[in-house]
């Protein structure tokens, strides 16, 4: 089950078929380190599948030791593929570390054998519904959303008064809780209770808004602040647009209002060329209010505000209705990794894309800068010859451009990720490439293209969280699952973003952002399959509304769109 070629099966190390040892994991049978799943201390005698190391160092969880003695060069070898070498000679039971190991990554080729897959039992879900909002143009959405977006960052200022009298008057708004505690101490401050004020303590509060809502059927009214539209090249200004478009096409969005100032880069007929591009047949209502051409921002904004209301009037309308799980495009992200990702959450969610693919869903992964050294595993599970050959021209142009500004996919490893046990990127690289599963690959798409294959669809964005969620709700993603091992809040404003934990002391230290525990894996608890049949269950409540995402109650509306080139 070679990474560098041939059919290939993705080797799952904690499924139903085998017993997980307490304290350290071979992800792949040809790997020559082991992974430490507890913390271990020097001295300790380890033994794993018939052999004994003993340890020279302590190896905190979710770091390595190798195998065998390794000289200066040797290849460093985890999920059955390269993720390092050696740069000095690192001896049997020693701790991997950024010391003694630097990335490295095999080459990857073109491949003409189509891709075989076997699909997981779906039968439980063949007759599954979600209840969603049916669009005219076949798409269904998880939300019913409305959309203010600004052309360029000029009208960021109008947007934000947009948008403290909608959410304050519609019902959207959070509890200004933390409003209340500044005016408690400026009370206690004026009242000159300077031994009060010193040991005022903030009491938690609910955050659920007690403003009734307007709008029965709608979900929210979104505001897409950002800071681009002008001064950028035509590639960032077009890029933006399509962005926008994609957004706007979105099946979470009933319609839009569009601020201009009139003489941006940004340009209001690139932005309908690009919506034309997505749907031909477009018919959602679109509000443009060009600030040049109106005059006044008053006159501006009390007419973008009354027929912004006409058409959320409109949009409450939309009803929720049966729809097949097939009209389920999941995003598929990690941020924030740890030595667990590749190990619990990411092939757990691997497994979930694998159950929707097999009804007919879409799967989005991304982040090319961390697909770096597993290329040829998914050039080989690709359709046909071109998907993967487009791939791989993807990856070098990409390359190229880091090259171009002095940097390299190897930088992309956080300082984080390093410190919990992720010291390369193609290490990295090796573990969030479970994100996709095991099926075939049927679409690759350039940013900010939409998608529209059936299947596991690889979209070209950087590894950056915010930015990369933002490309793949652009592409079309009405759920996002996001794994993290170290904590990380992001959401988006259309798309709920489910997030899971790769370890439960993470879900039990932040419980305001972890939307599912998946330590109970490397616990030995339950098994990669039967968490991502779980993750499925939560999709389906999400998706129908029924449940709503710890990034959704906190209002976590992240939106940044890709300069290309600047960001891994």
């Known amino acids: 089950m070679p990474l560098d070629g041939g059919t290939l099966r993705w080797h799952n190390p904690i499924s139903e078929n085998q017993n997980m040892q307490n304290s350290v994991l071979q992800l792949d049978p040809r790997d020559n380190v082991l992974v430490a799943l507890t913390p271990l201390r020097k001295g300790e005698l380890m033994s794993f599948s018939g052999n004994s190391y003993a340890l020279l160092s302590d190896v905190p969880a979710k770091h390595k030791f190798v195998t065998r003695d390794l000289a200066a060069g040797d290849q460093v070898i985890m999920y059955g593929g390269l993720v390092g070498t050696a740069t000095e000679p690192i001896r049997r039971g020693d701790l991997l570390s950024t010391r003694n190991i630097r990335h490295a990554a095999s080459d990857f080729h ?10 997981p039992d779906v039968s439980a879900w063949r007759e599954r519904m979600f209840l969603g909002y049916h669009r005219s143009d076949g798409q269904v959405g998880t939300r019913n959303y409305w959309l203010v977006i600004p052309l360029v960052f000029c009208e960021n200022r109008n947007l934000a008064v947009l948008k403290q009298a909608f959410e304050e008057e519609l019902g959207f708004a959070l509890p200004q809780i933390y409003r209340r505690h500044v005016a408690e101490l400026v009370r206690l401050y004026r009242e000159g209770k300077s031994d009060e004020l010193k040991s005022f303590q903030f009491a938690e509060e609910k955050r659920a808004s007690t403003a009734p809502k307007v709008f029965r059927n709608i979900d929210g009214i979104k505001f897409l602040t950002h800071e681009q539209g002008c001064g950028g090249t035509r590639e960032d200004t077009r890029n933006l647009c399509g962005l926008l478009a994609g957004y706007i096409h979105h099946p979470n969005v009933a319609g839009a209002t569009i601020l201009s100032l009139g003489c941006q880069h940004a340009q209001v007929p690139f932005l309908q060329e690009e919506i034309k591009r997505r749907d031909p047949n477009f018919s959602k209502p ?15 904004l009390a007419k ?38 590749g190990i ?9 894309a694998d159950l929707l693919a097999a009804l007919g869903g879409r799967g989005i992964l991304s982040e090319f800068p961390e697909l770096c050294g597993v290329e040829q595993h998914l050039i080989d599970r690709s359709v046909r010859k071109d998907v993967g050959e487009r791939f791989m021209q993807l990856m070098r142009d990409y390359a190229a451009r880091a090259k171009a500004v002095h940097a390299s996919f190897e930088m992309n490893p956080s300082p984080g990720n390093v410190r919990d046990g992720l010291l ?10 479970k994100k996709g599963g095991t099926s075939p690959v049927t679409g690759v798409l350039d940013y900010p293209e939409y998608s529209s294959e059936p299947g596991l669809n690889l979209l070209c964005t950087p590894g950056s969280d915010v930015e990369c969620v933002s490309a793949q709700v652009g592409a079309g993603a009405n759920v996002v699952l996001f794994t993290t091992g170290l904590g990380t809040p992001t959401g988006n404003p259309v798309a709920p973003v489910l997030k899971l934990s790769t370890n439960s002391e993470l879900a039990r230290r932040m419980p305001d952002i972890i939307d599912i525990d998946t330590g109970p894996i490397i616990a ?19 998706a129908s509304g029924e449940a709503w995402t710890k990034a959704e109650i906190l209002k976590q509306d992240d939106f940044i769109p890709w300069k290309r080139g600047v960001s891994l």
Not at 288 to 300: C, D, K, R, S
Not at 344 to 352: D, F
Not at 424 to 433: L, R, V
Not at 524 to 531: A, C, F, L, P, Y
Request: hydrophobic letters at 40%.
């Open 286 to 300: 679109l509000l443009v209010f060009e600030q040049q051409q109106m005059g006044e921002e008053f006159t501006m």
């Open 424 to 433: 390369t990127d193609a290490m990295k690289s090796a573990g969030a490439a």
């Open 110 to 119: 073109s491949s003409a054998e189509a891709a075989h897959w076997a699909p």
């Open 304 to 341: 973008a505000i009354h027929e912004t209301f006409v058409g959320l009037v409109e949009a409450d309308k939309a009803e929720r209705k049966p729809a097949p799980l097939s009209r389920l495009c999941v995003g598929l992200k990690c941020g924030g990794s740890d030595g667990f990702s």
């Open 524 to 542: 030995g608890e339950t098994t990669i399959e039967k968490m991502g049949e779980s993750i499925l269950e939560r999709v389906i409540q999400v």
């Open 344 to 352: 619990s959450a990411n092939p757990a969610i691997g497994h979930t």
